[in-house]
């Protein structure tokens, strides 16, 4: 028989390097400037163009009987008072759930349905968030280090991305004079 070899993935957590090293998916400012709210802060940002995080894929088929996992480095940064985030997706699969397992920084796990749920929940090290089926969610760093978590969701989820892009999440996390805030998204 030719089963699936089991194989063991190694996270250099200090050199953020993956081995063996797999698909890696680079995000900087300009992949994703249109999502912050402060538009104009985005384009003064842009020569610099930051990288904003990046996603380690360990390769594995994307059959539903698989499960998928990656490390995200998310950086700390902001635009204008808007923290640095991921971009956010709903699955291809909507009902395709996710857990992801915090190991280093601090930041929040937003998410929202197509009915207009929003929950969010803080993560740090050692925070174990259940991402259930049809929620979108966005991780955000709302703090000064590099805040990093492990994801595995079932191999078939798939990304879409579009309906976010186009609207965004209902609520936004912010710096308000020092503090971690969220507010509406005047632009949902
Ligand atoms: C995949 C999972 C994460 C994100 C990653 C980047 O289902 O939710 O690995 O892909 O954190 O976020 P995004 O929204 O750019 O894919
Ligand atoms: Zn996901």
């Not at 985005?42 to 996603?55: F, G, I, K, R, T």
């Not at 590099?146 to 879409?160: E, I, K």
Request: include cysteine; proline fraction near 6%.
């Amino acid at each position: 028989t030719t089963h699936f070899k089991p194989f063991n993935t190694l996270f250099l957590e200090s050199q953020s390097i993956l081995e063996p090293k797999g698909k890696v998916i680079t995000r900087r400012l300009s992949d994703m400037a249109e999502l912050y709210q402060d538009q104009k802060s985005a384009q003064s940002l842009m020569d610099e163009n930051p990288l904003v995080y990046e996603v380690f894929n360990v390769e594995v088929p994307e059959s539903i009987e698989h499960i998928q996992h990656c490390i995200t480095v998310l950086y700390p940064g902001k635009v204008g008072e808007e923290f640095f985030m991921t971009k956010g997706h709903y699955h291809e699969i909507l009902n395709r759930a996710e857990i992801y397992f915090c190991f280093k920084g601090e930041g929040k796990l937003v998410m929202q349905t197509q009915d207009g749920d929003y929950e969010e929940l803080d993560m740090k090290p050692g925070t174990i968030s259940y991402v259930p089926p049809n929620w979108a969610h966005r991780t955000v760093n709302t703090g000064e280090e590099p805040f990093v978590f492990f994801a595995a969701y079932p191999g078939d989820a798939g990304h879409n991305y579009g309906d976010i892009e186009k609207i965004g999440f209902r609520k936004v996390i912010v710096n308000e004079s020092g503090e971690v805030k969220t507010v509406d998204n005047p632009r949902y």
